[in-house]
């Protein structure tokens, strides 16, 4: 494994973090003045800030969102399969359609929390890429199946190798930016997820129209073969730009001072980014509240991401008299793209406001009214399309959550690397499940037992936002009040007085190093973090 620093001219705590700040006067250039305009960047970042985060946008951002995309390409193109062919071709009947969803998910869930802590003991810039080469493979195994064994195989091969790509990368997105960096950021990779099944279904309206029967392949096999053409240069990619996290090594596009940069501009904002197993830390995980709201939080809201999916396809599909195979694939588009704008808005206005839930209220209002219609039902063609369409706004809700749950355990590596992959986990695995007895494909077009129970969850979740807000409001001002003690403890003796009320008092996480520096306190103090 390559040290972090074997290259480097300085150590990092030779750096000052006056260099941080250097040269401000460099004038920026036209895509960074842009980038400054749209509040990408503060206007108090400096100049070689700003290249730096540049820098790191276009390493994680792109490979991220393209690899985000071509997970949600292939997991969406099987229902688009499913609509518009496969179904006759491969004599499927009955909820079939649910049990190879349940199998992806069951193979994607189990995996998701041991692949997650397989990527903090290896190197994620090469994990990745490498599982996407393996989805990409068994996506290209389902243009060929025969039969729905064949495809229950290679759905359950999918499901593991993409099990750690969305942790994997908010992983990293949590390790290099800092807090008031990862909303926008982490928003701009989830929209990666619905144009991925946007363009899932715009691909195969086109490949039924344009390829169904050429060189004796129906359309909903080219869409498989496809979207395997358009995976593996994404891999590629990702061997070239995507980096590890920055504790272990400096990826190839830093200079050796932008690295100790990067570094320097998270002291005492996050942990270090590298995960032990021990039994103090899940002792310390299972101690506090973040795993069990979070996690309840997040299954709730994929509970809530179900019906504009694979519902609103059989739905549609139900109703052939009215809507043709390619308005099947188009018309959930429209959903998809609303879930898009709502999450660059409500991510944007998060790190705006710092503060999470009043969007995350804000976009559940629609979902709520979106539901309500469903559940009416009895509300003509256009207001059931309305409903389905509504509950798009719900695609705010993952990047505000995981953004939330990141920033509030930005102190403690361990503990956001395992809640977040349990939220994920757990939250799949619920609904890999209950859309079987909520959404069965027989159902269709009403769904009156799914459009009921996500009437609950979709209240329950405005709970649960509120729940949050309430105690992370009440931990901060625990951290403020606590802070205002030690400070006034240190503050009145000396530099060796200091030193043995650190020893004896446990620092609130806010309290970084500079503030003990200050005070005549030595810099390797046990338990603080950097």
């Known amino acids: ?63 991220g969102c393209l690899s985000f995309f071509t997970k949600y390409l292939d997991q969406q193109a099987i229902t688009n399969a499913y609509v518009s062919g496969m179904k006759e071709d491969l004599n499927l009947h009955g909820n079939e359609l649910n049990y190879i969803t349940a199998v992806f998910w069951a193979s994607y869930c189990t995996s998701m929390i041991p692949a997650c802590y397989w990527l903090t003991r290896t190197r994620i810039n090469i994990a990745l890429p490498t599982l996407e080469i393996g989805w990409g493979l068994f996506t290209f195994g389902c243009a060929w199946a025969q039969n729905l064994n064949t495809i229950y195989a290679m759905r359950f091969f999918i499901g593991i190798c993409e099990s750690c790509s969305f942790t994997g990368v908010i992983y990293v997105i949590g390790s290099w930016y800092k807090p ?46 496809i979207c ?6 994404i891999c590629i990619l990702g061997y070239i730009i995507f980096p590890d996290v920055p504790h272990r090594s400096k990826p190839r596009f830093l200079t050796a001072a932008e690295h100790d940069i990067a570094n320097i501009r998270l002291k005492g904002l996050t942990a270090p980014s590298e995960l032990k197993v021990s039994r103090a830390i899940f002792k310390r995980v299972f101690g506090r509240w973040h795993w069990y709201v979070f996690v309840v939080h997040w299954t709730l809201m994929d509970q809530n991401f179900t019906p504009y999916s694979t519902p ?74 309305v409903g389905f369409i509504l509950t798009g706004f719900e695609g705010a809700i993952s990047p505000l959550s995981m953004s939330w749950a ?66 992370v409001h009440r931990d901060t001002r625990k951290e403020r009040l606590s802070s205002n003690v030690v400070i006034k403890l240190l503050t009145c003796g ?31 103090i046990p338990g603080t973090h950097l």
């Open 494 to 524: 000396s530099a060796e007085a200091n030193q043995n009320v650190v020893k004896n008092v446990a620092l609130p996480k806010v309290f970084h190093l500079p503030s003990l520096q200050c005070l005549g306190i030595k810099h390797d």
């Open 406 to 471: 990141t920033i509030t355990m930005a102190h403690d590596a361990e503990e956001r690397a395992i809640v977040t992959a349990s939220m994920n986990a757990i939250g799949q695995a619920m609904a890999a499940w209950t859309q079987i007895f909520q959404y069965p494909a027989t159902s269709a077009p009403y769904f009156r037992s799914g459009f009921i129970s996500n009437l609950v969850t979709t209240i329950a979740q405005f709970l649960s936002v509120g729940l949050i807000a309430f105690l």
């Open 180 to 225: 008031g960096e990862v909303t926008r950021r982490v928003a701009l990779f989830f929209v990666a997820s619905p144009l991925g099944t946007m363009f899932a279904g715009y691909l195969q309206a086109a490949a039924y129209t344009n390829l169904e029967g050429r060189h004796g392949l129906p359309g909903w096999r080219w869409l498989f073969i």
């Open 1 to 63: 494994m390559e040290h972090p620093h074997a290259t480097d001219t300085k150590s990092i705590h030779e750096v000052s973090d006056h260099e941080v700040q250097s040269n401000p006067e460099l004038p920026d250039g036209l895509w960074l003045r842009f980038l400054t305009y749209a509040k990408w960047y503060p206007k108090d970042m400096s100049h070689p800030e700003k290249k730096l985060v540049l820098k790191l946008d276009i390493m994680i951002l792109i490979f």
């Open 228 to 233: 395997t053409i358009i995976t593996i240069p």
């Open 312 to 385: 609103f396809s059989l739905y549609l599909k139900a109703k052939p008299e009215i809507y043709s195979v390619s308005r099947v694939n188009t018309l959930p588009t429209i959903a998809t793209a609303l879930s898009v704008v709502a999450a660059l808005v409500a991510g944007v206005t998060a790190d705006r406001l710092r503060n999470f839930w009043i969007p995350s209220v804000a976009t559940s209002i629609p979902v709520l009214i979106g539901v309500i219609l469903l559940v009416v039902y009895n509300v003509g063609e256009t207001g059931r399309l």
